[in-house]
């Protein structure tokens, strides 16, 4: 069975200032996904970055970077130049199986400190 | 292009009431999703359609919850009777999956239904 773990319950950064959160998760297929969603007090979850299992390079989209080790399972997000914006819960998630559903973690709560 | 769309975006209901929440997904998208997300947590799947077929439906209580997309485009999750324990937000998404693409089957999501069960 797939599963995510997210350790960090909430975070506090300073504004301009880089954060990473972390994620690691567990699965038996070969293949697979691993998503980073960001979700606001409105609630509505949005995709930010997203990293194959396959891929050689590190994924980048803007100021989020995903750093992944796969010998450790490990696909932490980075954020750099943090903007008070980005205050919010986010979440890691993985595919892999064949129906393509997500399986995500508990979430972590990000606060950005003016 | 339009994201997807979920409504109504609140309810209120009293328990062993009936509730129903729509979903019209990303146009050409022939996967969609349903995920249960309660106060704390990350989203659950409840039931996973590909056109207007049921891929996956382990995660659905079926003595309570239904769900159909007979189309094959947009879809209607039923809840009859609630119980207080399914108060949570109700995300719908969709995703071009299983067509490869440039975005690689990513789920974009809906603004969610939160629903309050008393």
């Known amino acids: 069975a797939q599963k995510i773990t997210q350790t960090q319950p909430g975070m506090f950064v300073q504004e301009k200032e880089a954060v990473t959160l972390d994620c690691t998760y567990d699965?038996?297929?070969?293949?697979?996904?691993l998503f980073w969603y960001k979700q606001p007090s409105s609630g509505e979850m949005i995709f930010l970055i997203y990293?194959?299992?396959?891929?050689?390079q590190n994924a980048t989209e803007g100021r989020y970077s995903l750093n992944f080790q796969k010998a450790r399972k490990s696909a932490n997000l980075v954020i750099s130049a943090s903007q008070l914006g980005d205050s919010a819960m986010y979440f890691c998630?993985?595919?892999?199986?064949?129906?393509?559903?997500?399986?995500f973690g508990s979430g972590t709560r990000l606060l950005v400190r003016p | 292009e339009a994201g997807v769309a979920q409504s109504p975006r609140y309810k209120i209901i009293e328990k062993r009431q009936s509730v129903a929440f729509w979903c019209n997904p990303i146009?050409?998208?022939?996967?969609l999703y349903w995920y249960q997300q309660i106060l704390g947590q990350g989203p659950k799947l409840l039931i996973q359609?590909?056109?207007?077929?049921?891929?996956?439906d382990s995660q659905l209580p079926k003595d309570r919850f239904s769900a159909e997309r007979l189309k094959g485009v947009d879809s209607t999750l039923k809840i009859q009777p609630a119980k207080l324990e399914d108060s949570a937000v109700y995300l719908c998404?969709?995703?071009?999956?299983?067509?490869?693409?440039?975005?690689?089957?990513?789920?974009?999501f809906g603004p969610g239904t939160r629903l309050l069960v008393l």
């Open positions: 998404a969709s995703s071009s999956a299983p067509a490869t693409g440039p975005d690689l089957g990513t789920q974009y």
């Open positions: 699965t038996s297929d070969p293949s697979y996904g």
């Open positions: 990293q194959g299992s396959y891929d050689q």
């Open positions: 998630a993985m595919d892999g199986d064949s129906s393509y559903k997500l399986i």
């Open positions: 146009s050409g998208h022939a996967t």
């Open positions: 359609f590909q056109n207007n077929g049921v891929v996956d």
